[in-house]
Nanobody, 126 residues
Framework: VQLQASGGGLVQAGGSLRLSCAAS????????MGWFRQAPGKEREFVAA????????YYADSVKGRFTISRDNAKNTVYLQMNSLTPEDTAVYYC????????????????????WGQGTLVTVSS
């Protein structure tokens, strides 16, 4: 099973980026998918998650209203649209595939996820 994240890069404050994460090796159509990030010297933190039902999304308070998570189950891909970026958003962003059937706020927990992508670096300049 592989999760391939892409779309990171260097952007000025106020700009936008769209991250993608393509999964292969198994379907995640019945699993929640999430994005986490890790800034230098900090622990990995939850950013956003989406349930397998496509009905529910979850966001960290720091990104609510600026980031949007979505998924295309037919493509086994999850996306993270990031708008109004600030230097505080600078981090390596990791996508993650959850265990089948999990829904709700548990999707905010790292332990919910059994597969992780390699990470993509997002750098926001001031």
């Amino acid at each position: 099973v592989q999760l391939q994240a892409s779309g990171g890069g260097l952007v000025q404050a106020g700009g936008s980026l769209r991250l993608s994460c393509a999964a292969s090796g198994r379907t995640f159509s019945r699993s929640g998918m999430g994005w986490f990030r890790q800034a230098p010297g900090k622990e990995r933190e939850f950013v956003a998650a989406i349930s397998w039902t496509l009905i529910s999304t979850y966001y960290a308070d720091s990104v609510k209203g600026r980031f949007t998570i979505s998924r295309d189950n037919a493509k086994n891909t999850v996306y993270l649209q990031m708008n109004s970026l600030t230097p505080e958003d600078t981090a390596v962003y990791y996508c993650a595939g959850g265990r089948p059937g999990y829904v709700g706020n548990i999707l905010k927990q790292r332990s919910t996820y059994e597969y992780w992508g390699q990470g993509t670096l997002v750098t926001v300049s001031s």
